[in-house]
């Protein structure tokens, strides 16, 4: 089973940028869907931006498009998010996800349901 590993995390000021990264013990190339999730404090957990490189096709919450790139590099086994023009409400733990079934629509992407391999998380605060 795949194993994921998130770093990059931190505290910035609001219209700062972070990007994160996620370390996977094999190559998910085609493989798998990835994707990144948050929980907010106090909040469930949300998804943030997929990606399935085999259909070339990611997805955004409405809340980070425009901001947010989610990217691979598949010599590197490596899943990037890159966060732009951050704001508070940015705030949360930051999880990164892979699925071996994969779906092209949103709500089926960002859906948490059927990733079934999870990072341990890393922490992006954003202050005012």
């Known amino acids: 089973q795949v194993q994921l590993v998130e770093s990059g995390g931190g505290s910035v000021q609001a219209g700062g940028s972070l990007r994160l990264s996620c370390a996977a013990s094999?190559?998910?190339?085609?493989?798998?869907?990835m994707a990144w999730f948050r929980q907010p404090p106090g909040k469930e957990r949300e998804g943030v931006a997929a990606i399935y490189s085999g259909w070339a096709v990611t997805n955004y919450a409405d809340s980070v498009k425009g901001r947010f790139t989610i990217s691979q590099d598949n010599a590197k086994n490596t899943l990037y998010l890159q966060m732009s023009s951050l704001k508070p409400e940015d705030t949360g733990m930051y999880y990164c996800?892979?699925?071996?079934?994969?779906?092209?629509?949103?709500?089926?992407?960002?859906?948490?349901?059927?990733?079934?391999?999870w990072g341990q998380g890393t922490q992006v605060t954003v202050s005012s």
């Open positions: 996800a892979a699925s071996s079934v994969c779906g092209t629509t949103r709500d089926f992407a960002l859906g948490s349901a059927h990733y079934n391999y």
């Open positions: 094999e190559n998910t190339a085609g493989r798998y869907c």
